[in-house]
């Protein structure tokens, strides 16, 4: 009996300390990025296109003061903040174009890519304009690029900025599943809503084995989304929007703030 508290004890006491240093490095972590600067990198879901409130001096990049890289720069003060990402920003643009503002001193860098290099806007023209088959077809070819050439890309990028700035703390942030599932909706059928949301997964699976691969953390999305899909009746991405196209199947404000803010800073 006595030796059962024993164990118990010991387990407990382990595992109060195995918490108190993840919290201590989670700490000393946010500590180096509000020190040594924050660079913010990546496609539209970083620059916050569908979020509204652009900086005009971004132009065509869309980037939005209420994307979460903005509210965690206004809510941490670091010594620098550099907002690079871009709507519609590949993985060879975020290499020619996004990492200038990377150095030595770099204490965070945040990045969402490979949803474009996969084809994502032109899977969901595809899934809204045509038929069952037809969409599931071209997931099928989004899903093989995703097996044959991403992971090279994303490496190349994973290596590039570690290179560029060898002591951030590189947080690598995936996409959000987009539809709720099993409930009346109008628009897409279940089937492909169903074969996109496993296509995000499929995504958010390889983005994470490749920045787990260069010792990057991989921040979540799909849980702080989940009850906030469309379909939801209280979603954080905006539907099919045919006046403003480009805003399409994004985050909503509500998702930057609800949805990828706290996934960085529970990263950071």
């Known amino acids: ?76 003060a670091p010594s620098s903040f550099t907002f690079a990402a871009c709507s519609g920003a590949r993985t060879d643009e975020v ?16 990045i969402t890519v490979g949803g474009n290099d996969a084809g994502f806007a032109d899977v969901m023209t595809t899934c809204v304009t045509g038929s069952d088959s037809t969409c599931l077809s071209r997931i099928n070819t989004a899903r093989a690029y995703v097996d044959s050439t991403l992971p090279g890309r994303l490496d190349t990028v994973y290596s590039t900025i570690r290179a560029k700035a060898p002591n951030a703390r590189v947080v690598v942030i995936g996409y959000p599943r987009f539809y709720k599932l099993g409930t009346v909706c109008l628009g897409l059928s279940e089937t492909k809503r169903s074969a996109i949301n496993n296509a995000a997964d499929y995504l958010d699976a390889a983005t994470a084995n490749r920045a787990a691969a260069h010792g990057f953390v991989f921040g979540d999305v799909r849980t702080p989304f989940n009850g906030h899909e469309i379909c939801s009746g209280s979603s954080w991405l905006h539907s099919l929007n045919w006046l403003n196209i480009g805003e399409s199947y994004h985050p909503t404000a509500s998702g930057q703030s609800g949805g990828y803010l706290p ?4 990263a950071a």
């Open 1 to 76: 009996m006595r030796r059962s508290r024993l164990v118990v004890f010991v387990s407990s006491l382990l595992l109060a300390l195995g918490t108190a240093l993840t919290g201590a490095a989670s700490a000393q972590g946010a500590q180096l990025a509000a020190t040594g600067g924050y660079v913010a990198l990546g496609d539209s879901y970083s620059s916050g296109v569908g979020a509204g409130s652009y900086i005009s001096s971004s132009g065509n990049c869309k980037r939005s003061t209420k994307a979460y890289p903005y509210l965690w720069n206004a809510a941490h």
């Open 95 to 110: 290499l020619a174009s996004q990492l200038g503002g990377l150095n030595s001193s770099t204490g965070l860098v945040s």
């Open 263 to 266: 996934v960085l800073n529970s």
